[in-house]
């Protein structure tokens, strides 16, 4: 049985903030490099305003993509805020770039929206993770539980509560085990084991 509480020792880390934080990061990226390059490849147009580039497109994608709070967000505050930041011949490239890219970024780590290419490889990372705790785990954990030590379920209070709210305690806990919890590190792989502590962090944040 999964003995809650005998993980390392450290801060918890909160597995959907992580998934936020790496898909605004990659966004920041994406859209500070595009802008840089609209920027560096535009000719000079005096007073002219550029014309509209990759980085409206992309910033019309998160917008079109996002949930309803990320589109009401964009068109009342966030959209303004990139435009402003962006539009013009006297600004810097690389001002430009990073404005419009903090903005972007910010947008999508507080809509918690995810590209689908990364939603499709979470989900069939959770499915592969139900299979493994459902062949491994089940016996003892079924909706949660612990059959030995009934007080160190997996559920969100009880993780909560031993320190285990966190899919790297859950990962070292399954690949050493613990008292009558045996150690798994040596009979699944560890993408299984990394798929099934995310799919007992995800259950537990469901309620089971």
């Not at 507080?110 to 689908?116: C, E, F, K, M, V």
Request: net charge positive.
């Amino acid at each position: 049985a999964l003995a809650v509480g005998d993980g390392p020792r450290g801060a918890p880390r909160g597995a959907a903030r992580r998934r936020r934080m790496a898909a605004a990061t990659r966004l920041l990226l994406a859209a500070a490099l595009l802008q840089v390059a609209e920027a560096s490849s535009a000719p000079a147009t005096g007073g002219v305003p550029p014309s509209p580039g990759p980085c409206r497109s992309l910033e019309a994608r998160v917008v079109a993509e996002a949930p309803g709070q990320c589109r009401e967000l964009a068109g009342s505050a966030a959209a303004p805020a990139l435009h402003a930041a962006g539009d013009g011949p006297s600004g810097s490239p690389w001002r430009r770039a990073l404005a419009v890219g903090a903005a972007m970024g910010v947008l999508v780590a507080l809509s918690g929206w995810r590209p689908p290419v990364a939603a499709a490889e979470e989900q069939q990372s959770l499915a592969r993770g139900e299979e493994v705790f459902l062949g491994n785990c089940a016996a003892c954990h079924a909706g949660g539980n612990n059959a030995v030590q009934p007080d160190k379920k997996l559920k969100k209070e009880a993780l909560v509560e031993y320190g285990m709210y966190d899919v790297d305690r859950i990962k070292y806990q399954i690949t050493n085990g613990k008292n009558a919890m045996p150690a798994f590190g040596e009979r699944l792989p560890g993408s299984d084991i990394e798929d099934v502590a995310k799919y007992v962090m995800t259950q537990a944040e469901k309620g089971w």
